[in-house]
């Protein structure tokens, strides 16, 4: 018989009723050092006192009104999004996938009202991920997502992840637009080389092309800046953001120029919960914690620390890992063994995180972990990797 949940995933056999910071409290009492974040949400730990607050409060007041009406809260949240980017507007989702849907149609509908309406197809990159929407899943296209979805939204061509050349060949002044994630984040921890990012840029300055940046991953201060891209000197024309700006309260956005979004007028598109208050008072307090420098920088120190650790770890136990990559608190194992045993180990050494594709592990601690919560971190994943050795 059918689970009453319908049974989409493959779940751990845990469940947790509480969290405090870096820690997660399983219905046991067993307490979890969780370096998955909920899969990157949880930016600023659980239970956040400064988020519970934001919350509470807003809760005590008004929680929706839909968007019939002006939302302050949705005011001062894209007011902190333009004032942190390069955008000149923002429309407020619930999801990752919210975002990836309408950064999709902004693209069509810029060159539907350039005169250009044929103009539609985006490039994109294999090993993507940009959510589960038929939209979505058309614009990755791995085999995996679409597999009996069919007949798939037309519009999209994967091209081999980081390859310039193929990129080269295949753009022109007929594409729409180049989407990507600057770091592959279920992909397995892939960065593209600032490098690459920048000739995307110039790529898409030639042809004309919108550049549309997936950082529902890893923006939100994941890489050690707000924004993965910061860190190439380029801006995209469109980016979508989702996962840690809610801090744990489902919440996106997608951030654009004022050329980019310029198709966009009354009625083109809408939410009736986007941009509800109680997710936009969440929203922003993350920002206002995330966008500040000082904390930038606490992130940059605490990437590289673990980073550093996690080298010994790898030379400690050459059978299991090969190689650690990305930047910042968004940082993956690739692994000799299969990701999903390291991920068990783990849970058996009460050790949080994530498996992905490219054989990786993925380590995506909340960004205001301890220097404490990290050493004892890579002692659980020592301890994790001892299980597998030999
Ligand atoms: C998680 C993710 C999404 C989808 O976000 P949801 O909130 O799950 O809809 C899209 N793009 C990237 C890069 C992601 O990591």
Not at 115 to 129: S, V
Not at 201 to 223: F, H
Request: glycine fraction near 12%; include cysteine; charged fraction near 20%.
């Amino acid at each position: 018989m059918i689970s009453h949940v319908l049974p989409t995933y493959n779940r751990a056999p845990i469940a947790f009723e509480r969290g405090e910071g870096t820690w997660a409290i399983a219905t046991d009492g067993t307490r979890y050092l969780d370096l998955g974040a909920g899969i990157a949400v949880n930016s600023l730990g659980h239970a956040n006192p400064d988020l519970v607050s934001a919350l509470t409060e807003q809760a005590g007041r008004i929680w929706h009104v839909s968007n019939l009406y002006n939302i302050p809260q949705q005011e001062q949240l894209a007011d902190l999004l333009v004032e942190h980017t390069f955008a000149d507007t923002a429309f407020i989702t619930n999801s990752g996938t919210e975002a990836a849907e309408l950064a999709i149609k902004m693209v069509r509908k810029y060159w539907s009202e350039q005169g250009d309406p044929d103009r539609y197809e985006i490039l994109t990159f294999e090993g993507a991920f940009h959510g589960r929407s038929t939209g979505a899943i058309a614009a990755a296209g791995s085999e995996k997502m679409v597999k009996g979805f069919g007949p798939l939204m037309p519009g999209f061509r994967q091209l081999p992840w980081g390859d310039m050349e193929a990129l080269k060949a295949a753009i022109s002044d007929r594409t729409a637009a180049v989407m990507l994630e600057p770091v592959q984040g279920e992909g397995g921890i892939r960065p593209l080389p600032d490098a690459d990012l920048r000739l995307i840029r110039g790529l898409c300055d030639q042809t004309g092309a919108l550049l549309v940046l997936d950082e529902v991953q890893s923006g939100m201060g994941r890489t050690g800046r707000l924004f993965a891209h910061e860190w190439a000197g380029i801006t995209p024309d469109i980016m979508m953001v989702a996962k840690g700006i809610g801090g744990g309260f489902p919440l996106g956005a997608v951030v654009a120029t004022e050329k980019a979004a310029s198709g966009m007028a009354a009625g083109t598109h809408g939410s009736t919960y986007g941009g509800n208050p109680l997710a936009c008072a969440v929203g922003v307090r993350v920002m206002q914690i995330i966008a500040q420098p000082e904390f930038l920088a606490g992130v940059n120190r605490k990437g590289a620390l673990l980073r550093q650790k996690l080298e010994g770890l790898i030379a400690a136990h050459p059978g299991v890992f090969e190689a650690v990559r990305g930047q910042g608190l968004m940082l993956g194992l690739k692994c000799k063994v299969a990701p999903a045993d390291l991920v068990n180990a783990g849970y058996a050494e009460h050790l949080l995180t994530v498996g992905a594709a490219d054989n990786t592990v993925r380590l995506l601690p909340p960004l205001n972990i301890s220097d404490e919560e990290i050493a004892e971190a890579v002692a659980r994943l020592d301890r994790a990797a001892g299980r597998l050795d030999g």
